[in-house]
């Protein structure tokens, strides 16, 4: 941990090979790529897919992009921890396609991508319409495995929501716990490994304490996981400790904390050696998988993931399609928005390369994760990472966690880090201004 | 409750380094193809014998980011009749710092020869297992794993705490008719390795649970041997075949001599 401030310097050279800084350069770009019009379709505008999209036009101005999305205002997952905790309003998370389709010419579908047919080189859409493509990029997040956790089926989130998509069950959420009673008890379930966002759940219970700290002060939160450990833990543990006290109690695996069966209508669920918890408001977060196009593409492996190659993010198992974000199997990368935007970036270049014939340019990606555990005060993780011997991996010495027993300056000043954080990665990917 | 990244990270390369030494790829490949012809306890094992690489499934990720604590599970597709059984299951790890994982030793009442648990592997490998039948055959199965280091996953080092040797035990509150029933068990304690540091740098000693025995009126279902790659808080799932009920009584012990026990009421079917 004391390695960080030594490398910062050495990280952010790194990172500044993905960044915009060495696009006006255009190292690696091929002179012509994109002035023959080859069509490249982009699937899901979220981290990964939106700033595929707006990269490959950066890079490539000539090429034509699809980019099929169907919400027309898309929500972060990212931050809608901070509105659970009332930090933040619902709205400051929406970002609409304008300076997609406006400023870079992208042409942007609000549609439902529902099936590819890897040979012929097309995407059907559920509308009924299809879209050639050259090259495909599938970017589409998450999807549960209903089923895996008994009685969590798909219309349990309705009584115990998941919140694990920002949109209406994130507001579901936030409803239940401002209606809950004083005294109550939350319960979030948390999955193993792997899934979105692996400090989100801390983050959450942290937020929702923050909320019940000031408006329900008798109130308890349980967290109940499937793992023994977890991201950030030295300092989520401290961060509670200073902030609310006794207020979160978190069960490990071996504490009897892995829940297997799930009971929506009495919000209660069992352990695995048969302890049964009752909740006031009850946050199921799944287990999860790629997201469907990925299973319809035929490019997941039996994990539900997708393997790739690490250079170019190429789906292992179909020719031309290139897969980003939480959909892939890209250990060491967590499965995070910031990982998937780099990914999309070293994707965009690739891809463009690819259809000029010409090899990829050398790939570099970094990735910061904040949480925020109350105001003003934020801890995060950080790494670059590089292929090695053929296989991802984090640079040695690239990054770190925060300290632990840092002072309340140091925890404030990443707190805004983390405002910070999320204004230029919004701006970068959607063009949004902040407020 | 501290678990520092930079703390479990400096044992890494030590443990690394440990398994370069034990298990040298350069100098093992010349004598065989398989890898139990690389790795000694397994050739001692086989005595000579050839198994045959068929009938052992065994379930890894394909990836893991945290190696201190890997869910592995292993069936055996074989009858488990008192003339002819899995009479005992060998799991090695290629590559870790010592190749014995895990052994379980079955008796007919077991049902069927499926276990799961959670085990440490070092660095991306081979892991294999080598089943023994009643009639003297061996079977044997391989699965590749690879093991990233991630920041953003912490890895576990589990201290002695207050609930040490504490034990759990779940067995299925009904089976399926002609169908083995689960039985799921969990002990609290660090497994100490022998390869950690404590904080001023000095080795920690090697403490682990060694053994484990099931047993139902009497009669042994299951004996196990825990070597140090069984993460802490050793977990095993398995089997108790049908037309058996009455208590189940387990047993624990760790390397002191000191054990621990629980029971289970196995119900009638």
Redesign the interface.
Same mark, same amino acid.
């Given at each position: 941990m004391t390695r960080m401030p030594m490398n910062r310097r050495q990280a952010l050279k790194r990172m500044g090979t993905v960044g915009a800084g060495s696009l006006l350069a255009g190292a690696g770009v091929p002179l012509f790529a994109g002035s023959r019009t080859d069509r490249v379709v982009v699937v899901g505008g979220g981290f990964g897919g939106a700033t595929a999209a707006k990269y490959l036009k950066r890079l490539a101005p000539g090429l034509n992009v699809t980019l099929v999305e169907p919400a027309k205002r898309y929500y972060t997952c990212p931050f809608t921890n901070l509105y659970l905790g009332g930090m933040r309003e619902f709205e400051s998370l929406g970002h609409d396609y304008r300076e997609l389709s406006d400023r870079y010419d992208v042409r942007v579908l609000h549609a439902f991508a529902q099936d590819v047919d890897v040979e012929g080189r097309r995407l059907q859409l559920e509308n009924g319409s299809t879209l050639r493509w050259d090259r495909l990029i599938l970017s589409p997040g998450i999807d549960f495995r209903w089923g895996d956790l008994e009685g969590y089926d798909k219309r349990a989130p309705e009584q115990a929501p998941h919140a694990w998509k920002a949109g209406p069950q994130t507001k579901l959420l936030r409803k239940q716990l401002v209606a809950m009673e004083d005294g109550g008890t939350f319960i979030l379930v948390a999955p193993d490994n792997p899934f979105r966002c692996p400090p989100g759940p801390y983050e959450r219970v942290s937020m929702i304490a923050n909320y019940f700290k000031k408006n329900k002060p008798r109130s308890k939160i349980l967290l109940l996981d499937a793992k023994d450990t977890f991201s950030k833990q030295g300092l989520f543990e401290e961060g509670w400790r200073t902030h609310y006290g006794d207020m979160i109690e978190w069960v490990g695996r071996s504490a009897d904390g892995r829940v297997v069966r799930v009971d929506p209508e009495l919000l209660e669920v069992e352990t695995e050696f048969g302890t049964v918890h009752k909740a006031s408001v009850l946050n199921v977060v799944p287990p999860q998988k790629a997201g469907a196009i990925a299973h319809r593409a035929g490019v997941a492996d039996d994990s539900g993931w997708v393997p790739i190659d690490p250079h170019t993010f190429r789906a292992r198992r179909a020719e031309g399609v290139y897969v980003l974000g939480d959909a892939t199997q890209a250990a060491p990368m967590p499965k995070s928005g910031f990982v998937a935007n780099t990914q999309a970036k070293v994707a965009a270049r690739a891809v463009i390369a690819d259809l000029a014939g010409e090899p990829a340019p050398e790939p570099s990606w970094a990735n910061t994760c904040y949480s925020v555990i109350a105001p003003e005060w934020g801890i995060t993780v950080a790494n670059v990472y590089e292929v090695h011997e053929g296989t991802l991996r984090e640079v040695p010495g690239s990054g770190g966690v925060s300290p632990l027993d840092a002072d309340a300056a140091f925890r404030s000043r990443e707190a805004a880090y983390a405002e910070a954080w999320y204004a230029a990665i919004t701006q970068d990917i959607w063009g949004t201004r902040p407020a | 409750?501290?678990?520092? +990244?930079?703390r479990i990270r400096s044992v890494i390369p030590a443990l690394v380094a440990t398994a370069l030494i034990v298990a040298s790829p350069a100098s093992a490949e010349a004598q065989g193809n398989a890898p139990w012809d690389r790795v000694d306890p397994a050739q001692e094992l086989l005595d000579g014998a050839t198994p045959r690489a068929e009938s052992i499934q065994i379930d890894l990720? &394909? %990836?893991?980011? *945290?190696g &201190?604590?890997v869910?592995l599970s292993i069936e055996v597709d074989h009858p488990m009749r008192s003339d002819d059984y899995i009479e005992a299951l060998y799991v090695f790890a290629t590559r870790n710092p010592s190749p014995e994982v895990v052994e379980y030793h079955f008796t007919p009442l077991a049902g069927k020869a499926r276990i799961s648990t959670r085990v440490r592997l070092n660095e991306s490998q081979t892991v294999f297992a080598l089943a023994r039948t009643s009639r003297g055959a061996w079977l044997a199965g391989t699965r590749e794993i690879?093991v990233? %280091?991630? $920041?953003? +996953?912490?890895? $576990?080092n589990?201290e002695k705490g207050p *609930?040490f040797m504490q034990t759990? %035990?779940?067995a299925a509150s009904r089976a399926r008719p002609g169908e083995p029933l689960d039985v799921?068990t969990?002990i =609290?304690h660090p497994m100490e390795t022998g390869l950690r540091e404590d904080s001023n740098g000095n080795a920690i000693p090697e403490r682990i649970v060694h053994s484990f025995r099931a047993e139902i009126n009497g009669e042994t279902v299951l004996t196990a041997r825990f070597h140090r790659a069984v993460s802490? =808080?050793p977990?095993l799932l398995f089997y108790i075949a049908p037309g058996q009920s009455g208590p189940l009584h387990l047993t624990w012990e760790e390397d002191t001599g000191e054990t621990a026990t629980a029971t289970a009421e196995i119900p009638a079917a």
């Open positions: - | 409750m501290h678990r520092t +990244i930079a990720p &394909s %990836v893991t980011q *945290d &201190s604590s869910p690879r990233t %280091v991630s $920041g953003c +996953i912490a890895q $576990g589990a *609930d759990r %035990v779940r799921r969990l =609290n802490a =808080n977990y």
